[in-house]
Every structure is written in C-alpha cells, then in structure tokens.
C-alpha cells in the first residue's frame, strides 16, 4: 500500500471527548461553551492579555471570536480508552453502535469537524479482543447508517504502542472492515500514540519508531505523545507531571527527528489542569495551558490535544500569535535567512492560513515576498 497523501490542511489540535460524551453536534457546542467563559472572564482584548500576560491585539481577539463561532474544533477523537474508563461489555458494545450511528447523523447534518476519528483501547493481550471489537462495531454502525460513507479524514488512534506486531495487528482489523464494508482500501487511516520508552527505543537501544511507522503500511497519519502515561513509566512523581517537563522534550525531539521528512504529523500532548470555576482556578489553568501551547509551538510541535472546551480559549490564542510572528518576519530587514528557513516560513504561513490566524489578503502578501526570495508560501507541496 502506498502511503496515503498528506492532505492539503493539517489541523493544530484534536479535542478528546469520552466516547459515552459524544453526540453529532458536539464540536459546536464547545464552541458556544469556549465563547461563554471568554465573555465571562475576558471580554475584550485587553482583559485576556491581562489574563494571558501576553499582548493580544484587536485583530486577534475578533479572529479568536470568529474561529470559535465558524470551527471551534478542527479534529476529534471520541475515546474508547482513559476518556471512556473501565466499563462492562455490554455498556462499550452499545457506546460502540450508537457513537457510529452519531457520526451518521453528523455527516447527514454536516455538523462535524473536518478531521475525526475514534481512540479504541491498546492491542496488548488483555485488550485486544476488546479493542477489536469496538472498532468493529463502530464502523460497520457508521456505515451502515451513512450508506457507505466515512468521514473526509477518518483515523484510529492507537494508545500505548510498544512493538511493532500490535500496528501489524491494527493494520489487519482495517484491512478486513475496508474489505468487508467495501471500503476504499486505504480509507481508514491509523495515528500512533507515543506513551511508553519500548514505544521510542526497541531493548537494544535502537530507536523503534521508524518500524512501529513501517508497520502500518502507509496508513499512519500521526505521532502523538502521551504526556501522563510517558512520565509515569519513567517514574517521575506525579506533582512534577507538564506537558513541559525536560523527559517530555528529550521524547519529542526523538519524534522529531526520527520522522523528520516523513509527513507523519506530530502531535506534543495535553495539558491536563483544565479551565473550570472557580475564576481563578481557571485563570491559572489557562495560563498554563497558554504557556504549554506556546511552547509546543517554539519546539516545532504544531499540534496538540484539548481535552476541555474552554482549552480553545488559549489554543488559538497562543497559536494566532504564533503564526502571525511568521508574517511579520518577512518584513525584517537584513537578516540573511537561507532558503531552507524560508520554507518552513512558507509552511507556517499556510497552516496560519488553514487554522484561520492568517488572512488570505496577508498569505498573498507574505506570498510575494518570500516568492522574491524563490519559496511560495501558498504552495501546499
């Protein structure tokens, strides 16, 4: 199987809702949610750069609004593992069909977000039965409610990946729905979660993540690092636990470099201090999560989970920020940049215009500019 196109449009975060939590107008509702609490505790610009201790301009706030109203949630994953608990059989069995049924009825409605997918629980022994079965019961209930169709981008995030055999096995279960379904074979596309040190370096030392990728054959869209599980089993103490912490860059900069060129799309983690009342609880955990996001940017991670409506809040601002400092490098005078550079600029650029940071209007001038340089910034390949 030849490995499936990077699509045109990456999103930069993934919402992780609880599979007995979902529902086809969900996304929406996190919109209306993250909208509420910005006008309860921040409703100008200078009140959330006040909260933020970050300067947050007009022409950010008014975007920061709009994306909130227009596409609050760019990917989700309805969670069959840690979101959904320990449950009977017969409660995920049903969660499975009805969950299936709900995508349905959202492709119907169109009312989901552009990327979605489903996280089931690991292949390791105990879990494989289960996990196979849920997938199972899902797709076949989606498509057979939606007349055969899936998503746009569809994907099966599998947690805890320590060998190679369990993405063998994961490949196998697609492999058979596609064919059984009548699917396109393909279609059904697989992000691995990096949670584990077996799933960076094999007993030898070497590292293991360009043969759990191998293993998918071509299906694997995604990385994504499992910040809580990762810290715990290298044993540090839960207080010390952050998206942040010297054990997590060392893990992503093996990401990094390991899949460097690939196209696989990486993805930094959560924070998990979610923004609820009372005020300054909240205002605290978003100042954390502002700061994690911000991070992950400065690292060249451009994606990340949200695992509370209120995450959108700082998600975009901190990502709007970013991306707009791309466009206003271009207008630095005498800093000799080499073309590789402007090609990440360029990326930037493109994926500001994606997420909705950047103006069409602004691309086209960055445009002009790096193109005297010889790089487009409106050019998806």
Request: glycine residues 8%.
């Amino acid at each position: 199987m030849t490995p499936p196109a990077t699509p045109g449009r990456r999103p930069i975060q993934t919402a992780y809702v609880g599979a007995h939590l979902f529902r086809a107008g969900l996304a929406a509702e996190w919109g209306e949610l993250a909208l509420k609490v910005l006008a309860d505790c921040a409703p100008d610009a200078p009140a959330l750069a006040a909260a933020l201790d970050y300067h947050v301009d007009q022409q950010v706030f008014a975007r920061l609004g709009e994306k909130l109203r227009r596409e609050p949630v760019e990917d989700l994953r309805i969670d069959f593992e840690d979101g959904f608990g320990s449950r009977s059989d017969q409660e995920e069995d049903g969660a499975a069909r009805w969950t299936g049924a709900e995508v349905a009825a959202g492709l119907a409605r169109q009312s989901l977000p552009s990327f979605l997918g489903i996280r089931i629980k690991a292949l390791a022994a105990r879990g494989a039965t289960r996990a196979g079965r849920t997938l199972e019961l899902f797709v076949t209930s989606l498509v057979e409610r939606s007349g055969g169709k899936l998503p746009a981008h569809f994907t099966v995030t599998l947690p805890k990946v320590a060998r190679p055999e369990e993405v063998v096995a994961l490949v196998r279960l697609l492999d058979d729905l596609e064919s059984r379904l009548h699917l396109e074979a393909g279609a059904l596309t697989l992000e691995l979660m990096v949670e584990t040190p077996r799933a960076l370096h094999a007993p030898d030392g070497r590292c293991h993540l360009p043969a759990l990728v191998a293993a998918a054959r071509g299906r694997c869209v995604g990385l994504h690092f499992g910040v809580y599980d990762y810290l715990a089993a290298v044993e540090v103490a839960p207080s010390h636990h952050g998206l942040r912490h010297p054990a997590c860059d060392y893990a992503r900069r093996v990401m990094q470099v390991a899949l460097a060129g690939t196209g696989v799309l990486l993805s930094a983690g959560s924070t998990n201090l979610l923004p609820a009342p009372p005020r300054d609880h909240l205002l605290r955990a978003w100042r954390l999560h502002f700061q994690d996001v911000r991070h992950s940017l400065v690292s060249g991670f451009y994606h990340g989970w949200d695992l509370h409506p209120a995450q959108l809040v700082t998600r975009y601002v901190a990502a709007y920020g970013f991306f707009r400092e791309s466009l206003e490098s271009t207008a630095v005078e005498n800093v000799l940049e080499d073309p590789a550079a402007r090609g990440v600029r360029a990326s930037l650029i493109r994926r500001g215009l994606d997420c909705g940071a950047i103006t069409q209007a602004e691309a086209d001038a960055a445009d002009d500019a790096l193109q005297r340089s010889g790089i487009s910034a409106t050019n998806r390949s």
